[in-house]
């Protein structure tokens, strides 16, 4: 990813409300089994999946990707991203297998000044409701995309 | 299960964060992000020819912690802060106390503040998390 001219701060607030087209993702067992072997946890017994699938699963299944977050908030270079927090709220069993319908936004997006560095903060949401419509998930993302303002 | 405020969540470790493991991850996770896979660019970031873990990884190291001690639908909410990279070959430990017993709805929820330990720094990873007790 090439260096450019940073975005102006209005062009950053203008993304709040932008909304992902959204879209259905199902874990796959294979996807399952190598994301858990990364976690170096143990495979979850029941067709259970490891929760560390709410961190792709809504991007991708929500019609986005990493790529295009980073691009959305018009990121300097790929170093330039920096992770505030994830949020993860769980409300049922997240299974192999199943077809979620998912959702996504971006809720908050301003830039912020300190004495020490300059950056814009986005914040991300996605929601996860299984086949009956039962909410299974909420997932939030905040990044923080520095800018050499200089 | 009997919890109380103040009790130590059983530690859960990672003897060596892996390489290879992130390489793993990055293609199922379609990260483009090449500090996950390329040591020699993360050496002009200044952290050595190493690759930096992905954040949800980490986080994936508290859950392991909290699934061997309340079982593994228990989690509830997890909110994670990142405020240091973890490389490869970092040996971290999962750690957590409990803040909080509470009755909600038909459950009983432990809020937990909990950590990432790395010898010699300040917790990469740092956070809260609320599980629901397994009864009896």
């Known amino acids: ?150 | 299960m009997k919890v109380s405020v103040g009790d130590q969540i059983p530690q859960w470790v990672m003897e060596h964060v892996s390489a290879a493991r992130m390489r793993t991850m990055a293609a199922v996770l379609r990260d483009p992000n090449p500090v996950h896979w390329d040591p020699k660019l993360v050496a002009q970031l200044g952290f050595g020819e190493r690759t930096i873990n992905q954040g949800p990884l980490g986080l994936s190291y508290m859950i392991n912690m909290l699934h061997e001690w309340t079982g593994p639908t228990s989690i509830r909410r997890i909110v994670m802060r990142f405020p240091q990279v973890i490389l490869d070959g970092d040996k971290v430990i999962a750690r957590g106390e409990v803040t909080a017993v509470r009755e909600e709805g038909d459950e009983r929820l432990a809020d937990c503040r909990i950590w990432l330990h790395r010898e010699g720094t300040e917790p990469p990873l740092e956070g809260t998390a609320t599980v629901a007790l397994p009864s009896g």
């Not at chain 1, 701060?9 to 259905?24: D, K, M, S, T, Y």
């Not at chain 1, 990121?75 to 319908?101: N, Q, T």
Request: aromatic share 10%; charged share 25%.
């Open chain 1, 1 to 150: 990813m090439a260096s450019k001219s940073p975005p102006t701060r209005e062009a950053i607030q203008r993304l709040v409300g932008h909304e992902f087209p959204g879209g259905e993702y199902t874990i796959a067992h294979w996807e399952n089994f190598l994301l858990t072997e990364c976690t170096g946890g143990e495979p979850l017994p029941d067709g259970l999946a490891h929760p560390v699938a709410l961190f792709h699963m809504p991007i991708l299944g929500a019609g986005t990707s990493i790529g295009e977050m980073f691009a959305l908030g018009e990121a300097e270079s790929d170093f330039s991203i920096g992770i505030e927090s994830y949020d993860w709220e769980i409300f049922g069993p997240l299974k192999e297998e199943v077809r979620y319908k998912i959702s996504g936004k971006i809720t908050e997006a301003d830039r912020k000044e300190t004495p020490e560095r300059t950056f814009d903060r986005i914040q991300f949401q996605f929601d996860l409701t299984d086949p009956d419509g039962s909410h299974v998930a909420r997932t939030t993302i905040t990044w923080h995309y520095r800018r050499n303002l200089s």
